[in-house]
């Protein structure tokens, strides 16, 4: 899950009240996070960069706080800080609004051309008006479009996202696909014009970008954001353009999500909106923008949907073993940013969900955040109501019997993988692939991870050879499942046995 690093007297000022360590440790507990480690900057560099350079930080102490993976909304101070508050009942949840343009501009527009259909063909914008940054906002706008980028984002193949000083660009825009030869702009932190050729062997040595260059290498087109006059803005999903670059005086933010998933574009585009819109003059605010598609329909984002869920009282009580009325519910679920209230006289509980709680997508999420409002140890341990006699598998009582067996022996087990790559089950035992029936992977994400295993003997001829510098004889066995592909039932599982002796090892 991902880690959120926070300085804890920002952090205890933003909330307005100290902690012990101990008391900030259960706070995160009932609000259903964990307080992963106490450190220091100094502390962090030590640790990564070593002792030598450990002075070039400060000692104030920092949180590093451990996020569930889809809550979005927590991945920096200002959701965190936002979702502590409300639990604590000190702040209401706020409601976030999309405002028309200021008057005498227009909305900002961005037409996809279908050239993009070929490498990323979805994007999506918006503005935020009238912001104004301090460092630590600043530092935090940029973290959180890292922790984004690694989290949801899947390291930016599913989406990119580009930020932008709008003040120093002009509308409409226009997201492109054009041959990399055709693309030339300089780049963020650089001085000169580099053509896209040249900044992929640029950043083919940079420590942070080069993990991204594959993903749009090897196409034909890579995609380009221009204005008006043809300023590049960005080159997603590697580097934006210097041009455009947000700074601690940028006022005005234009932010454009460039995507293969459109759905979770949408996620993100809403997630950076409705945390950073609390800088705003008009707090909570959002200027939408519009982007006209490929056809030639127009849609206006950022969503900043509020959709209604409802549930039944008494299913959550049963689900989790409790029993509260449907007001005390509604104030729970409330605490959890997700404003609610009893109808039907208490029957059920109608749920509004904002855009910040993309992870509540079924009552189940629901239910779960009723339980961390309630406290989990406040629910009382209870025995099941039905009795059940277990007794082991016939099958797996008889492997049990035989392994401290073979062990006593002078054995020594392995656990290899139940997948492996055909070569293993073929040629490398010369046997043709044709001939045996095994239950083959569709699409595999590597060579090592093509079938399911006929047989246990290439797994352990693969320990043998990870281990050619141990003392002889190696004598291995390995008792697990092998799979056949069965044409009429599917397949079927085997439970087999291997015992290998090796006297002679090259």
């Given at each position: 899950?991902p880690?959120?690093a926070?300085?804890?007297?920002l952090?205890?000022?933003r909330?307005?009240q100290?902690?012990?360590?101990?008391?900030?440790d259960e706070?995160?507990?009932?609000?259903?996070l964990?307080?992963?480690?106490?450190?220091s900057e100094?502390a962090?560099?030590a640790?990564e960069?070593?002792a030598?350079?450990a002075?070039?930080?400060?000692d104030?102490?920092i949180y590093k706080?451990e996020?569930?993976?889809?809550?979005?909304?927590?991945?920096c101070?200002?959701?965190l800080?936002?979702?502590?508050?409300?639990?604590?009942?000190?702040m209401?949840c706020p409601?976030?609004?999309k405002i028309?343009p200021t008057?005498g501009?227009?909305?900002q527009e961005l037409?996809i051309r279908?050239s993009?259909?070929a490498i990323?063909?979805?994007c999506?914008a918006?503005v935020l008006?009238?912001?104004t940054f301090?460092?630590?906002s600043?530092?935090?706008?940029?973290?959180?479009q890292?922790?984004?980028h690694?989290?949801?984002?899947r390291?930016?193949s599913l989406?990119?996202?580009?930020?932008h000083?709008?003040d120093?660009?002009e509308g409409p825009?226009v997201y492109?696909a054009?041959?990399?030869?055709?693309?030339?702009f300089k780049p963020?932190?650089?001085?000169?014009e580099y053509?896209?050729?040249?900044?992929?062997?640029?950043?083919?040595?940079?420590?942070?970008?080069?993990?991204?260059l594959h993903?749009i290498?090897?196409?034909?087109?890579?995609?380009v954001?221009?204005d008006k006059?043809?300023v590049?803005l960005?080159?997603?999903p590697?580097?934006?353009?210097?041009?455009?670059k947000?700074?601690?005086s940028?006022?005005n933010?234009?932010i454009?999500?460039t995507a293969?998933?459109l759905t979770k574009a949408k996620?993100v585009?809403?997630?950076?909106?409705?945390?950073?819109?609390?800088?705003?003059?008009?707090?909570f605010?959002?200027?939408?923008?519009k982007v006209i598609?490929t056809?030639?329909?127009?849609?206006?984002?950022?969503?900043l949907?509020?959709?209604?869920e409802?549930?039944?009282?008494?299913?959550?009580n049963?689900?989790?073993g409790?029993k509260?009325?449907a007001?005390a519910?509604?104030s729970?679920?409330?605490?959890?940013c997700?404003k609610?209230?009893?109808i039907e006289?208490g029957?059920?509980?109608?749920?509004e969900?904002?855009?910040t709680r993309?992870?509540?997508?079924?009552a189940?999420d629901i239910?779960?955040?009723v339980?961390?409002a309630y406290?989990y140890?406040?629910?009382k341990?209870t025995i099941?109501?039905?009795n059940?006699?277990s007794?082991q598998f016939?099958l797996?009582?008889?492997?049990?019997?035989l392994?401290?067996e073979?062990?006593?022996?002078?054995?020594t087990?392995?656990l290899?993988?139940s997948?492996?790559s055909?070569?293993d089950?073929?040629?490398?035992?010369r046997?043709?692939?044709?001939?045996?029936?095994a239950?083959?992977?569709?699409?595999?994400?590597?060579?090592d991870f093509q079938?399911?295993?006929?047989m246990?003997?290439p797994?352990?001829l693969r320990?043998?050879?990870?281990n050619r510098k141990m003392?002889?004889?190696l004598?291995?066995?390995?008792i697990?499942?092998?799979v056949?592909?069965?044409?009429?039932?599917?397949?079927?599982?085997?439970?087999?046995?291997?015992v290998?002796?090796?006297?002679?090892?090259?």
């Amino acid at each position: 899950m991902p880690t959120v690093a926070l300085e804890r007297d920002l952090l205890y000022e933003r909330l307005g009240q100290s902690y012990t360590e101990e008391e900030f440790d259960e706070l995160c507990f009932e609000f259903g996070l964990e307080l992963d480690e106490v450190t220091s900057e100094n502390a962090l560099i030590a640790k990564e960069q070593g002792a030598d350079k450990a002075g070039t930080g400060s000692d104030k102490v920092i949180y590093k706080i451990e996020i569930p993976a889809n809550r979005y909304d927590l991945l920096c101070v200002e959701g965190l800080v936002r979702g502590l508050l409300v639990f604590k009942e000190k702040m209401a949840c706020p409601v976030y609004k999309k405002i028309p343009p200021t008057e005498g501009s227009t909305m900002q527009e961005l037409t996809i051309r279908p050239s993009t259909a070929a490498i990323r063909p979805h994007c999506v914008a918006a503005v935020l008006r009238n912001i104004t940054f301090t460092e630590a906002s600043y530092k935090n706008f940029i973290d959180l479009q890292d922790k984004l980028h690694q989290n949801i984002c899947r390291k930016r193949s599913l989406v990119a996202i580009g930020t932008h000083d709008l003040d120093t660009i002009e509308g409409p825009f226009v997201y492109d696909a054009l041959p990399p030869e055709d693309i030339k702009f300089k780049p963020l932190n650089q001085t000169k014009e580099y053509t896209a050729v040249e900044l992929m062997e640029l950043y083919s040595t940079d420590s942070h970008l080069k993990h991204y260059l594959h993903i749009i290498k090897d196409s034909p087109v890579y995609p380009v954001i221009f204005d008006k006059n043809n300023v590049v803005l960005s080159m997603p999903p590697i580097i934006n353009g210097e041009h455009s670059k947000i700074t601690l005086s940028t006022k005005n933010v234009f932010i454009e999500c460039t995507a293969t998933d459109l759905t979770k574009a949408k996620v993100v585009l809403d997630t950076i909106v409705t945390m950073f819109s609390e800088y705003c003059q008009d707090q909570f605010t959002v200027e939408p923008a519009k982007v006209i598609q490929t056809d030639g329909s127009e849609v206006v984002y950022p969503d900043l949907n509020y959709r209604h869920e409802v549930v039944e009282v008494a299913d959550i009580n049963k689900k989790l073993g409790i029993k509260i009325k449907a007001d005390a519910m509604a104030s729970l679920l409330t605490r959890m940013c997700l404003k609610s209230k009893a109808i039907e006289k208490g029957a059920r509980l109608i749920v509004e969900i904002p855009p910040t709680r993309a992870d509540v997508i079924h009552a189940c999420d629901i239910v779960e955040d009723v339980a961390i409002a309630y406290g989990y140890n406040n629910i009382k341990m209870t025995i099941p109501k039905t009795n059940c006699i277990s007794q082991q598998f016939p099958l797996n009582k008889l492997t049990d019997l035989l392994r401290p067996e073979i062990a006593a022996a002078g054995f020594t087990e392995a656990l290899t993988f139940s997948l492996c790559s055909k070569d293993d089950i073929s040629d490398r035992l010369r046997k043709d692939i044709s001939t045996i029936r095994a239950a083959h992977i569709a699409n595999p994400k590597t060579l090592d991870f093509q079938v399911a295993r006929t047989m246990l003997l290439p797994g352990i001829l693969r320990t043998v050879a990870s281990n050619r510098k141990m003392p002889l004889p190696l004598k291995l066995f390995e008792i697990s499942d092998v799979v056949f592909k069965d044409d009429t039932t599917g397949k079927i599982n085997y439970k087999h046995q291997e015992v290998v002796k090796i006297l002679q090892c090259k």
